[in-house]
DNA sequence: TTGCGTGCAAAGGTTTTGCATGGCA
DNA sequence: TGCCATGCAAAACCTTTGCACGCAA
């Protein structure tokens, strides 16, 4: 489908390189696009939605999917998708930010859902959502939400 | 944008009623479009996709965003979206298994997140991905997962 | 009667795919 | 040299939007 990843090639080399160099970004494929072409490496399109569909799948790389028509966000995870191992991920729905989490409450989580519910988590798939502390004040200035649509503004 | 919600119509009813009844299901905006048909009661898929829409913003509908490319799941999250407080979900990324838990340990979890962390987890937005006994048994029973990738039966 | 809700069709955006060319091994 | 990876463009996909009609209140 998206190759074999046998080759080593120019581009892949760049995608790799830049997620690693910028293990807190959280971008989308198109965004990746623009900084590699700002980075002087040109890449298309497609090469780039493969090469992370590939890294994705080999635990190198995190996919988030947002809402839909917002378009899926990458991340750096971590050379074999295991250095992460006790690392969540928290993502503040409303102003995106990407927080890391290393406790041994998670530890302890992972533990539980393995022994007892025989499920095996994935942290470099997985991504809590939630609201960090500064939007969610921000959110009880605005009290109102029930027949009303707050549209938090786009973007 | 989707409506006020201000009256009560028919296929409005019809969807709502619908997720009620299968609240274990997680199903696209599509998947339901049919269902309702296979239910006697046509509805537009943009009807669908509004209600939906001011459903998931009252609460009372959870929305996962998978995979690009395979569409947003729904599923009813209790009257209020109050009832499902401690509900963790665990996506089988092999299998797309959604499995509903429920225990005290994930109440401790928010508990840690929300204290130590200052971060509320959104239940409803949140999906952990890893992979069930089942499959992990069967994965296991075929160690190469390199150049291979493997398809989970869509649906 | 008023105005919201509906449904169709078309638009919008993201992601995937086909095919010929270029590059890695 | 053989095969994979790339890139362009087109397709496929899900989701949103515009508009006229129907229905709830």
Redesign the interface.
Known sequence: ??G???YRTRQRAAILQYLKTHPHAHLTAEELCDALHAHGVSVGKSTVYRALDMLV?AGVVR?F????GE??CYQYAGGDGMQCHAHFH?K??VCGTL?H?E?D??D??TA??GI???????YA?????????PC?RALAAVPKKD?????PDPT
Chains 1, 2 share one sequence.
């Open positions: 489908m998206s074999t990843g046998s799948d996919r999917t947002a809402s839909p378009g899926a928290l503040c729905v927080y989490i406790c409450h998670l302890e989580l539980h859902l007892q519910h025989s499920f095996t988590v994935d798939k997985t991504v809590l959502y939630g609201t960090c502390d969610r027949s009303q649509k707050i549209e």
